[in-house]
């Protein structure tokens, strides 16, 4: 009897240390960097990681890394489903010569139905020694959309690129920007350049940028409550390309908004003031902007609706 029970106790023993025994390439649903963490730690809150791109390797499909303290936590490629949320907690990605964050969606719909990526409470900045000309930018893009099906931007800060703050040239896809600032890059604040994407832009400031908003044929952008001011242009629509851009304010701009034929430009409750050229090109409206004290007022937008619905507020 006395041995059959110390056979039963070592069995017993031997099954809890497996079942506790977590496998080497386990991946969590939640992770933490700071910046006095190590990438050779689990990213746990307890022992995180030091870089963004350390923890997204521990972290599983459609997981969260999470901020612990103020810190750089580094440039990333983002290969799946995620949410890097550092709310409350500064969070810095120095992208000297690279792009910030690329996000280019590579596994399998069987194994990450989502395919959506969330970035809340990131300034990225490009700057960098660079040599003469460049203006102390290095950085390539800040976010580089590849591959996803949604992409959602909140509450973040995209600064000193060489070419665009946001590049999003997806075959289709959404994306989402909310309360976000895209000010002092040498190409296009936000460039939506693919093939069938949507685009919807809340609540945010584009400054001191190339294009401030661009959208290319095919490809469809909202803008909403936002401000535009001291780019070369401030929103512009190539051939085949549509925007609609309502209460917002564009000013101090070379150009305001840019229509390029072809182009579908709808304005409504916007504010168009103290630009070089107010517009420029064929738009459409809704009778209700204000267009003022620009140095040129450009072409004067086309009234949406006929004579029975004269503003077209239908």
């Not at 992770?31 to 030091?50: H, I, Q």
């Not at 350049?193 to 190339?210: P, R, W």
């Not at 009234?303 to 507020?313: D, E």
């Amino acid at each position: 009897m006395k041995k059959i029970s110390v056979i039963y106790t070592f069995l017993g023993a031997t099954l809890a240390l497996f079942l506790n025994a977590a496998p080497a390439d386990a991946q969590a649903t939640r992770t933490w960097v700071s910046g006095v963490g190590d990438d050779a730690n689990p990213c746990s809150r307890t022992a995180p990681c030091k870089t963004f791109a350390g923890a997204i390797s521990k972290t599983a499909i459609n997981g969260e890394i999470n901020c612990l303290d103020p810190g750089g936590f580094g440039t990333v490629t983002i290969t799946k489903s995620i949410t890097i949320d550092c709310h409350e907690i500064f969070a810095s990605i120095l992208a000297s010569g690279t792009n910030g964050i690329n996000i280019n969606l590579t596994t399998p719909l069987t194994a990450d139905p989502l395919q959506t990526v969330r970035l809340r409470n990131i300034n990225i900045n490009g700057s960098g020694s660079c040599g003469g000309g460049c203006g102390g930018r290095s950085g390539l893009r800040g976010i580089n959309i590849l591959s996803a099906k949604n992409v959602f931007v909140e509450d973040v800060l995209i600064t000193q690129f060489l070419n665009e703050g946001i590049r999003d040239s997806r075959t289709t896809g959404k994306l989402y920007v909310k309360n976000t600032i895209v000010r002092d890059n040498t190409g296009t604040g936000i460039l939506v350049v693919g093939t069938s994407l949507d685009a919807v832009v809340d609540d945010s400031q584009i400054h001191l940028n190339n294009f401030g908003v661009a959208v290319t044929s095919g490809n469809h952008v909202m803008v909403n409550r936002s401000v535009f001011s001291g780019n070369a242009t401030g929103a512009e629509a190539d051939n085949g390309g549509q925007i609609v851009i309502d209460n917002s304010t564009i000013s101090s701009n070379q150009i305001g908004i840019l229509a390029n034929a072809g182009s579908t430009v709808q304005l409504s409750n916007n504010t168009i003031a103290f630009n070089g050229t107010g517009i420029n090109g064929g738009t459409l409206s809704f009778t209700n902007n204000r267009i003022a004290g620009n140095t040129a007022a450009g072409n004067v937008p086309t009234q949406i609706g006929g004579a029975t619905i004269p503003t077209g507020q239908q």
